[in-house]
């Protein structure tokens, strides 16, 4: 491992899973009422003002804001900056847990962010949706040739399993 990767891999990942716990909190909002999560941006739930670049800044724009929205002063969910942190520090946890190797962190990444996703949306509507569910089943199943714990096989029976009782 690099000395730059060493010491910036910390930062990078918490700087990162911060941006990425902000698109989680599009993906939280929006899939469940069947929204697209590209178009439009990011914009207050109440007035519909496109949230502005300087004010989507992940947390800092929460803090400076003091909860509220530019436009309209309406309260922001407290969920944007718990889901932008939560995700942030668990890239963080991630990073050290893999003792720093990109790859293994990526594959544990992407999945552990995709759970935040289908968690958030559970905990807020009661359901999960298959546009979450069924993208986990998928890249848990490619995860499981990184080596590691499970094989690939191994990774199947749980999901069928997993499947089945449901």
Known sequence: MTEA??????FVALVFGATVGSFC???IHRLP??????????HCPHCNQPVR????????GYI????????CG???????????????LLWLGLWWFNGGEVWPFLADAAFAT???????????HRLLPDRVTLPLLGLGLLISIVPGDLSPLESLIG????????
Do not use: F, Q
């Not at 990767?5 to 910390?10: C, I, K, S």
């Not at 009422?33 to 990011?42: D, L, N």
């Not at 670049?53 to 800092?60: R, Y």
């Open 64 to 71: 400076l804001l003091k909860g509220r929205c530019r436009d």
């Open 53 to 60: 670049w300087h004010d989507n800044v992940p947390l800092v």
């Open 5 to 10: 990767v060493t010491y910036l891999g910390p």
């Open 114 to 124: 995709t759970l935040v996703v289908g968690v958030g949306i559970d905990l807020e």
């Open 74 to 88: 309406e309260r922001i969910s407290a969920r944007y900056p718990a889901v932008e942190g939560a995700v942030a």
């Open 33 to 42: 009422r069947r929204e697209s999560i590209i178009s439009p941006p990011s």
């Open 159 to 166: 999901a069928l399993a997993g499947g089945g009782i449901m």
């Open 25 to 27: 909190n599009v993906c």
